[in-house]
Nanobody, 123 residues
Framework: QLQLVESGGGLVQPGGSLRLSCAASRFTLDIYAIGWFRQAPGKEREGVSCINSSDGSTYYANSVKGRFTISRDNAKNTVYLQMNSLKPEDTAVYYC????????????????WGQGTQVTVSS
């Protein structure tokens, strides 16, 4: 089965930046739709950003549009989430997930998940 490992989380001040990484094993991520999701305490897991492999189309949640960017490095079999202008509201555990070829950017549409990485935005 596809295995995913997130990294790059940590503590950052408001307005700062982080780049999350999602490394895959066993399969190449370029044939998968990739999604980044987040879950804060007491809240449902929500889609942050997704990219399809079929046409490269992307999705961004309105709350992160213009601040976050999803990308792939096929040579490293890794996907990234560049997060700029971070806000306290971005604090959550961030997960990457995969589904073959194409997916809707909702948690229910994904089956392969990483373990999550904590992002905390605070002064």
């Amino acid at each position: 089965q596809l295995q995913l490992v997130e990294s790059g989380g940590g503590l950052v001040q408001p307005g700062g930046s982080l780049r999350l990484s999602c490394a895959a094993s066993r399969f190449t991520l370029d044939i998968y739709a990739i999604g980044w999701f987040r879950q804060a305490p007491g809240k449902e897991r929500e889609g942050v950003s997704c990219i399809n492999s079929s046409d490269g189309s992307t999705y961004y949640a309105n709350s992160v549009k213009g601040r976050f960017t999803i990308s792939r490095d096929n040579a490293k079999n890794t996907v990234y989430l560049q997060m700029n202008s971070l806000k306290p509201e971005d604090t959550a555990v961030y997960y990457c997930a995969a589904k073959p070829v194409q997916a809707m950017c909702v948690p229910e549409d994904f089956r392969s998940w990483g373990q999550g990485t904590q992002v905390t935005v605070s002064s």
